[in-house]
């Protein structure tokens, strides 16, 4: 009987570990990233707080327009820890998203954050797949100063439904969310996949996966 409750006791533990999982809580004030330590932990190492400026919580250039001319139409410009230091441990991050007329960015999912977005100028389809089994796709279309939410780790999509530009801002739960696009990584991987692997797990022919592939 003990011996069930010990193993209750793990499953619940690891169950936590993983439903919990997001970026670590802060332990201190600040943790400005010092992008020149050599030390490697998970994020980065703290800048001397003594040494901290306004300048590592800053960015400009959000009013920017981005370059949506490649083939999806679409363009995202980060706001991460990448371009804010001072983003270090504090678990949020911001992106603009342009979309050309009928862009669209393809899906893809951020393996570290949930998003929350809104449109600012324009239209967008937007729309979000559960996991396995039942892979239900929860879609909808969003006007300008509506809000949209996509779960930490789901497939998710944007589309320009509209004749003119799109513009959305979207927040993230993480410094440093990530994103895996499903095309670039199933058949842009560096090196490939196998082509016989990817015909069946699409069940298709190699023809096509080697087609696929080119566009990658
Ligand atoms: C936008 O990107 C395209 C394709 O890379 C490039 O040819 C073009 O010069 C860019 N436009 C601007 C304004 O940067
Ligand atoms: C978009 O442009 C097409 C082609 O010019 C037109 O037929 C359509 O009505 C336009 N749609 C909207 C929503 O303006």
């Known amino acids: 009987m003990a011996s069930h409750f010990v193993l209750l006791g793990m499953l619940v533990a690891i169950y936590c570990s993983v439903a919990l999982a997001s970026d670590p809580s802060p332990l201190q004030d600040l943790c400005v990233a010092d992008r020149t330590a050599s030390v490697l932990i998970n ?3 703290c800048k001397n707080p003594k040494l901290v400026q306004a300048d590592d919580f800053f ?6 327009q981005g370059n949506t001319s490649n083939p999806v139409g679409s363009k995202v410009t980060p706001v991460t820890v990448a371009q804010i230091p001072g983003l270090n441990t504090l678990g949020i991050s911001l992106v603009r998203l342009d979309f050309a007329p009928w862009g669209v960015n393809p ?16 239209r967008l389809e937007v729309g979000f797949v559960t996991s396995n089994p039942e892979n239900r796709l929860i879609t909808t279309i969003l006007e300008k100063g509506d809000v949209f939410v996509f ?3 789901l497939v998710h999509f944007q ?9 959305a801002i979207a927040g993230l739960s993480s410094q440093s969310p990530g994103v895996i696009t499903i095309g670039n990584a199933v058949f842009g991987s560096n090196p490939e996949i196998p082509d016989d692997l990817l015909a069946k797990a699409f069940q298709v022919d190699a023809k096509t996966v080697n087609m696929i592939q080119s566009k990658f």
């Open 43 to 45: 994020g980065f190492a």
């Open 107 to 122: 899906p893809h999912t951020h393996p570290r954050a949930t998003e929350i977005l809104t449109v600012v100028e324009g």
């Open 151 to 153: 779960p930490e780790g």
């Open 59 to 64: 960015f400009s250039g959000l009013h920017l």
């Open 159 to 167: 589309r320009n439904t509209g004749n003119v530009s799109a513009v």
